[in-house]
């Protein structure tokens, strides 16, 4: 079996041909809901768009968590740190 065989699965021919044939069936499928290809690939850039804006989002959010708990934890790992440095005086 050729290199090309293992990648494609089999006969490059049966493969071409099973390739051929689900593509008729996706598109006529596609065409019965009345979507044409280009309607296919601008769903798929607005979802990767909306996508990205929302990884934004959630970004800038886990930004503003991190702002807000670090005002708080960062004073208090300090001092419980000098404190736990800080000579005791016993013995």
Known sequence: M???ERFMGGSV???????VVISIAVGLVLAWLNLTPWDVIANLRRSFEHLFARSASILHD???YFLVGAVIVIPVWIIIR?????PSGRR
């Open 82 to 86: 000098l404190l736990k440095s800080a």
């Open 13 to 19: 021919l049966s493969t071409l041909l099973k390739l």
């Open 62 to 64: 886990l930004v503003s």
């Open 2 to 4: 050729s290199a090309l």
